[in-house]
Nanobody
Framework: QVQLVESGGGLVQTGGSLRLSCAASGRTLSSYAMGWYRQVPGKQRELVAA????????NYADSVKGRFTISRDNAKNTMHLQMNSLKPEDTAVYYC??????????????????????WGQGTQVTVSS
């Protein structure tokens, strides 16, 4: 049974920083692409950033380019999202995900969560103005 557990969310002021972590257990995900997604009430889950299995390729939503950095450590079975210069519009529940097919991680909006192999339970990020 694979589990993805996010941590690092919280309340921060505009312009602040947070570092999210996603720890995987149950199997090694070194052959899986991974990504961060976020969702606000009433809207679909959207891609924030994705990283290929080996870490050589990354993809970011336009809204976070230059502010967020995704990384992974396959030896530790973990993934991170460094979020700088946070804005109120970054407020959302952030989810980590893993999938065997990297192109799926390039889709901007998640229309069916069941098409992805694994999801975490989410962590709340709130940016106050």
């Amino acid at each position: 049974q694979v589990q993805l557990v996010e941590s690092g969310g919280g309340l921060v002021q505009t312009g602040g920083s947070l570092r999210l972590s996603c720890a995987a257990s149950g199997r090694t995900l070194s052959s899986y692409a991974m990504g961060w997604y976020r969702q606000v009430p009433g809207k679909q889950r959207e891609l924030v950033a994705a990283i290929s299995s080996g870490g050589s390729s990354t993809n970011y939503a336009d809204s976070v380019k230059g502010r967020f950095t995704i990384s992974r450590d396959n030896a530790k079975n973990t993934m991170h999202l460094q979020m700088n210069s946070l804005k109120p519009e970054d407020t959302a529940v952030y989810y980590c995900a893993a999938d065997r097919w990297f192109p799926r991680m390039l889709i901007a909006t998640v229309t069916d969560v069941n098409r992805y192999d694994y999801w975490g339970q989410g962590t709340q990020v709130t940016v106050s103005s």
